[in-house]
């Protein structure tokens, strides 16, 4: 991840009353790409990435004043849309827990190809697909590690997770994906 700003200039930005629109924008503009494609291998719907990404953006406004500085604004950031992810996943999930038939699959892969950030890569789509099939934890440890780079230690800031367990976690569904594109080049 390559940010082209001082964050401790832009969380003192984000504290002043008079140059806190200013700084906002910035933030968004800088941090909302990342935090978007990151988003986006969490949930299945271009749509509900959006609605998050917002809720994270409206959550981070009003809730600066509580950063303390233990962690990088940029591990903060992933943890606020991390824990909206998860708590839109929930909610989703009860809501929706008898309206459909569909196979989760295929509704992902619909949601995917509509998507207009994915650029049609057969490799990737199949790496997305078979991402979403993992359970929540492990797809979200998986994307901070695999796309984003991150080291277990910031991955372990932003979901509150020992390094040990992130590792295994990450290993489990590596493995997992490992098998399911493997079928999946067998099928061709």
């Excluded at 990342?34 to 749509?47: D, E, Q, V």
């Excluded at 004043?65 to 943890?79: I, N």
Aim: aromatic content about 10%.
């Amino acid at each position: 991840m390559q940010i082209a700003l001082d964050e401790k200039q832009l969380v003192a930005g984000l504290s002043d009353a008079r140059s806190r629109e200013g700084a906002f924008r910035t933030l968004v503009n800088e941090y909302g790409p990342l935090l978007h494609r990151h988003l986006l291998r969490m949930l299945s719907s271009p749509a509900d990435v959006d609605d998050v990404l917002q809720n994270t953006f409206v959550k981070v406004f009003r809730s600066i004043d509580g950063f303390r500085g233990d962690a990088k604004l940029s591990t903060w950031l992933y943890r606020v849309a991390t824990n909206e992810a998860l708590n839109w996943l929930r909610s989703k999930k009860r809501r929706e827990k008898s309206f459909t038939n569909e196979e989760p699959q295929r509704l992902a892969e619909s949601a995917l190809r509509a998507d207009p950030y994915f650029d049609g890569d057969e490799a990737q789509a199949q790496l997305i697909l078979a991402m979403k099939t993992l359970p929540e934890k492990q797809r979200m440890v998986f994307s901070l590690r695999y796309f984003d780079d991150l080291p277990y230690r910031e991955i372990s800031e932003i979901t509150d997770t020992s390094e040990g367990a992130l590792k295994a976690s990450y290993h489990l569904a590596a493995k997992k994906i490992e098998e399911i594109l493997k079928a999946y080049v067998q099928q061709r």
